[in-house]
């Protein structure tokens, strides 16, 4: 199989990305320095996403990982499920949450370029 091509980015447009969340993962917040900023596919390329700057959003390595190929909602989907999937799979996860060290706080997913277009949805 083909590999699909990519668009390079210039340094230029590298920097329009970073500071898009002045240096903040779009997604969970975190600070990213310029160097370890990864560019992340809105839509992802395989389900149609266009290689260009208005699709991308700048991302920890964590949250790129994460995401991989799913669109936003899947990645949210995947986020929520989360709690799920430890308290199913992982014995340390239960013992933690028993003993009161791990407390579920609810599987609420609301991304940090949510919080920046909208910050009245963190309230209520
Ligand atoms: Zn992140």
Known sequence: MEKTKRHRFSARERK???????GHCAYCGCEVTFRGMQMDHKVPLHIGGEDNIENLFPACRSCNHYKHSLGIEEFRKYLAGINQRLMRDSIPFKVAVRFGIVKHMGDKVIFYF???EKPEALEG
Request: glycine share 0%; proline share 0%.
């Open 114 to 116: 949510e919080r920046c």
């Open 16 to 22: 329009q990305v970073f500071d898009m969340f002045e």
